[in-house]
C-alpha cells in the first residue's frame, strides 16, 4: 500500500526542505499550493502575497475550506497508482478531514515547527531564482509573513492541521539536523 505523506507548517517553517527530502528518497511529489500560483501566472500577475491571496480566497469561496486537497485529489489518486507521495503544504484542517477521510491508513501528516523570529530571517533572506519556475521559494517582507501566518491561522484553519499532525519535527537548527529527524520520521513510516 503506496502512502500519502502531507507536510504542514507556517511560511518559513521547512516545509519544502522536509518534501525535498522524501523525493530524494523516491516519493512522488505534488505542492497543494501549484494551483493558485499557476493561476496567479495564468492572469499575468506577480507572485506577491497581494495576489496570491484574493485566488486562494476565491477557490477556498468556491469549492470551500478544503479546496486544495479537493482540486488535488485526482492528481494524488494518480500518483498513488505508482508509488509513494509527497504533499508539500498541506494547509486547512478541513483539507487534513478530505485527505484522512479518503486515504485512512495510508494517509500521514507531518507538521514542521519554526518559530517566527527564524521563519521570518529565513524568509526575508530568501532570493527568487530564475529557476525556480514554481515560485516555492519566493522571498516575502516580515510584514507579509506576518500577514501570511495570520491568515493561515486564522482564516484557513491551520492550526488544527498542525496539531493533529502523526509527527511533528521542530526545524530550528542546522539542516543536517533537521534531514536526522526526518530520517527518524521516514524509517517510522517504512513500518507502516
Do not use: H, W
Not at 486547512?92 to 518559530?115: D, G, H
Request: net charge positive.
Amino acid at each position: 500500500m503506496y502512502k500519502l505523506v502531507c507536510i504542514a507548517g507556517l511560511p518559513g517553517s521547512g516545509k519544502s526542505t522536509a518534501s525535498d527530502f522524501f523525493v530524494e528518497k523516491g516519493f512522488q511529489y505534488l505542492r497543494f499550493g501549484q494551483i493558485v500560483l499557476d493561476e496567479v501566472k495564468k492572469r499575468g500577475l506577480t507572485p506577491t502575497e497581494g495576489n496570491e491571496r484574493p485566488i486562494r480566497e476565491e477557490f477556498r469561496k468556491k469549492y470551500g475550506m478544503a479546496a486544495m486537497a479537493i482540486l488535488n485529489l485526482p492528481k494524488f489518486k494518480s500518483l498513488l497508482k505508482k508509488g509513494d507521495v509527497i504533499g508539500d503544504g498541506l494547509y486547512s484542517f478541513e483539507e487534513y478531514k478530505v485527505l484522512k477521510n479518503e486515504f485512512r491508513k495510508s494517509f500521514i501528516a507531518i507538521a514542521v515547527y519554526s518559530p517566527p523570529a527564524i521563519r521570518y530571517k529565513r524568509l526575508t533572506t530568501r532570493k527568487l531564482l530564475k529557476s525556480d519556475t514554481n515560485l516555492r521559494d519566493r522571498p516575502m517582507t516580515v510584514k507579509e509573513a506576518q500577514s501570511r501566518d495570520f491568515a493561515e491561522i486564522e482564516n484557513l484553519n491551520k492550526g488544527g492541521t498542525i496539531a493533529m499532525a502523526d509527527y511533528t519535527v521542530v526545524n530550528t537548527k542546522d539542516i543536517e539536523y533537521f534531514r536526522r529527524e526526518l530520517n527518524e520520521i521516514y524509517k517510522e513510516i517504512q513500518k507502516i
